[in-house]
């Protein structure tokens, strides 16, 4: 096979990061917006040593899995890249992609249940981050995503997969922006004042907080008075916040938050449980696919334990500790996140919780400061970011962990690679569960349960 190469393939099914695999002689072959079972004359656009990259040139046969996309851009937009894919095969290609990848890396054969559904697909992110630009003729102000594997903004007026409020206020956002003088920021430049627009929405859709990220070290009088007419405007927002980010970086938050007007933090309230979520501070993008995983993990915890103490590590506002308060003797959070961890002290005040103790600080060190205070726990719970838990983080978790350890995970390859290590330490999975956290898009979050050998002594 060459570069420019054409071929008639079918896809077979679709793997971790969504492409869908096609093979020629034996050789695989991913091709971005297939389908499975599609028919497909495509043509190779790179080699690599394994693996050869194509693109569509022609569907020949649509597979019954193909649909049309509720959004125009979807072939080019960088955020969604399955909606082309109707939504009960997307569930089961997830599921097939975790027992592969578990399968592969950690070598271990296990059943894997069915993928639970996000009660909704559409209109569920509840964290938005939009990027700004600014033409240079017009000086028209820009936002949207990303066109997919590059830094081209695609202007986007109407995303399906946030709020409609957050588009109306986005549009609004864009146009006054323009009347009152504020720049969009030029990534080549370093230049222009406003970078991103961050909207972080309670699911009632109540409650609304929003963080300009400025390429300047203060609050310009004219976004002050942009906040003061948006909340006049659209009373569902609480507060509006400045962070301020100057360096010619792709990271999107600078490390110095201030409030503009309101207040610097939303509440998210899941069945009686209520959170306070500033704005620097992780919460779930899907609040209501996240209340199905709290409630399986706290399901699974209370099916093996009784008034089990439990570490919640990798703890954010401390979300599952809180919600697992309830059936646990204690419950100890370790968060490295000092904005996340103020909210879960709040957290716990707001819930009248008072078997939670939260630690901030690094998780592989406050591991070990737990084990020098021979601290064991029932279940430990881990719920760390795409690159999974530290080689060191592991063997720490072996020395706490007296029976089960409940990871979840947002990264099936980090989760099958933990699992490798885990089965070092006698600690073999017994349920796998993915969880359809983010619709329309190939990233998969999956709980699994491990359970030590019977005869390992800690």
């Not at 990798?314 to 309830?326: A, E, H, Q, T």
């Not at 707001?350 to 601290?375: P, V």
């Not at 719970?381 to 029976?403: A, M």
């Not at 709980?447 to 002594?457: H, P």
Request: charged share 25%; hydrophobic share 35%; proline share 4%.
């Amino acid at each position: 096979m060459n570069i420019s190469d054409e071929y008639t393939v079918k896809i077979e099914k679709l793997i971790n990061e969504g492409a869908g695999i096609a093979r020629i002689d034996g050789v695989p072959v991913f091709i971005e917006n297939s389908c499975p079972n599609d028919v497909l004359k495509i043509k190779i656009t790179k080699k690599n040593k394994n693996y050869y990259i194509g693109e569509i040139i022609e569907i020949i046969e649509k597979t019954n899995y193909r649909v049309n996309p509720v959004c125009a851009l979807s072939k080019i937009c960088g955020s969604c890249n399955w909606l082309h894919i109707d939504y009960s095969e997307q569930l089961k290609q997830k599921k097939n992609i975790v027992y592969e990848t578990i399968k592969n890396i950690s070598g271990i054969d296990i059943n894997v249940s069915e993928t639970l559904p996000s009660d909704k697909i559409t209109e569920y992110r509840c964290k938005v981050q939009i990027p700004i630009q600014q033409t240079k003729v017009s000086k028209r102000i820009l936002s949207g995503y990303y066109k997919r594997n590059s830094h081209e903004l695609i202007n986007i007026k109407y995303c399906p997969m946030q709020p409609k409020i957050i588009n109306e206020i986005a549009e609004y956002i864009k146009t006054t922006a323009q009347e009152f003088g504020i720049s969009g920021y030029d990534e080549k430049n370093n230049s222009g004042l406003l970078r991103h627009i961050i909207f972080r929405i309670s699911s009632d859709e109540k409650n609304l907080l929003i963080i300009f990220v400025l390429n300047s070290d203060v609050v310009p009088a004219k976004l002050k008075k942009l906040s003061e007419d948006l909340i006049s405007k659209y009373p569902i927002i609480k507060g509006i916040c400045a962070n301020f980010n100057t360096l010619k970086t792709n990271v999107i938050l600078g490390n110095n938050t201030q409030t503009i007007l309101g207040q610097d933090y939303y509440i998210e309230q899941l069945d009686d449980m209520k959170y306070k979520i500033s704005a620097n501070s992780f919460f779930q993008i899907n609040p209501l696919c996240a209340k199905k995983i709290f409630n399986k993990v706290k399901s699974i915890i209370t099916d093996k334990c009784e008034n089990p103490v439990i570490l919640d590590a990798y703890s954010g506002v401390s979300s599952f500790g809180i919600w697992l308060s309830s059936i646990a003797k204690e419950v100890i959070s370790v968060e490295e996140s000092k904005s996340s961890t103020n909210d879960a002290i709040e957290n716990i005040k707001l819930n009248n919780i008072n078997n939670l103790k939260i630690i901030n600080g690094d998780a592989a060190k406050e591991f070990n400061n737990l084990i020098s205070q021979n601290i064991k726990f029932d279940v430990s719970l881990v719920d760390p970011p795409r690159k999974g838990c530290s080689e060191q983080s592991i063997e720490f978790l072996n020395k706490l962990t007296k029976k089960y350890i409940v990871y979840i995970s947002c990264n099936p390859a980090t989760l099958a690679r933990d699992i490798k290590l885990l089965l070092k330490h006698s600690f073999k999975p017994i349920y796998i569960q993915p969880v359809d956290m983010f619709p329309n898009t190939y990233h998969i979050e999956t709980i699994a349960l491990l359970e030590r050998d019977s005869n390992y002594v800690i």
